[in-house]
Protein backbone atom coordinates (compact mmCIF):
# COMPACT_ATOMS: atom_id res chain seq x y z
CA UNK A 1 0.00 0.00 0.00
CA UNK A 2 1.20 3.47 -0.60
CA UNK A 3 0.05 6.61 0.76
CA UNK A 4 0.99 10.26 1.55
CA UNK A 5 0.75 12.36 4.45
CA UNK A 6 0.93 15.82 5.74
CA UNK A 7 4.25 16.05 8.05
CA UNK A 8 5.27 19.10 9.70
CA UNK A 9 9.51 19.13 10.03
CA UNK A 10 11.28 21.99 10.63
CA UNK A 11 14.85 21.43 8.67
CA UNK A 12 15.85 19.91 5.42
CA UNK A 13 18.46 17.81 7.53
CA UNK A 14 15.94 15.94 10.00
CA UNK A 15 13.95 15.45 6.62
CA UNK A 16 16.83 13.17 5.48
CA UNK A 17 17.52 11.27 8.86
CA UNK A 18 13.79 10.68 9.29
CA UNK A 19 13.34 9.31 5.80
CA UNK A 20 16.50 6.86 6.86
CA UNK A 21 14.75 5.90 10.16
CA UNK A 22 11.42 5.44 8.76
CA UNK A 23 13.11 2.88 5.94
CA UNK A 24 15.00 0.84 8.38
CA UNK A 25 11.40 0.13 10.28
CA UNK A 26 10.39 -3.04 9.18
CA UNK A 27 7.21 -3.72 6.68
CA UNK A 28 8.24 -0.42 5.20
CA UNK A 29 8.90 -1.09 1.19
CA UNK A 30 10.15 2.69 0.74
CA UNK A 31 9.63 6.14 1.97
CA UNK A 32 10.58 9.78 0.95
CA UNK A 33 10.11 12.45 3.59
CA UNK A 34 10.49 16.39 1.80
CA UNK A 35 11.08 19.30 4.00
CA UNK A 36 9.95 21.31 0.65
CA UNK A 37 6.51 19.86 0.51
CA UNK A 38 6.24 18.99 3.91
CA UNK A 39 4.80 15.30 2.71
CA UNK A 40 6.03 11.71 3.82
CA UNK A 41 5.37 8.77 1.17
CA UNK A 42 5.25 5.67 2.30
CA UNK A 43 5.24 1.89 0.23
CA UNK A 44 4.45 -0.50 3.67
CA UNK A 45 2.61 -4.24 3.90
CA UNK A 46 -0.78 -3.66 3.51
CA UNK A 47 -1.69 -6.02 6.25
CA UNK A 48 0.15 -4.53 8.98
CA UNK A 49 -0.01 -0.78 7.75
CA UNK A 50 -1.49 1.05 10.28
CA UNK A 51 0.70 -1.16 13.12
CA UNK A 52 3.85 0.11 10.81
CA UNK A 53 2.47 3.39 10.83
CA UNK A 54 2.68 3.75 14.58
CA UNK A 55 6.30 2.53 14.23
CA UNK A 56 6.98 5.44 11.76
CA UNK A 57 5.60 7.82 13.98
CA UNK A 58 7.83 6.75 17.37
CA UNK A 59 10.77 6.70 14.50
CA UNK A 60 10.18 10.19 13.58
CA UNK A 61 9.68 11.82 16.81
CA UNK A 62 13.40 9.87 17.85
CA UNK A 63 14.94 12.32 15.21
CA UNK A 64 12.73 15.40 15.89
CA UNK A 65 10.36 15.12 19.07
CA UNK A 66 8.26 18.23 18.03
CA UNK A 67 7.44 16.66 14.60
CA UNK A 68 3.55 16.20 13.91
CA UNK A 69 2.42 13.25 11.16
CA UNK A 70 -1.12 13.80 10.32
CA UNK A 71 -2.46 10.23 9.90
CA UNK A 72 -6.07 11.13 9.17
Known sequence: MKKK???EVDCANCAA???EAV???EGVTDATVSFM???LAIEADDCRFDA???EVVKACKKVEPDCEIYLK
Open 5 to 7: FKI
Open 17 to 19: KME
Open 23 to 25: KKV
Open 37 to 39: TQK
Open 52 to 54: IMA
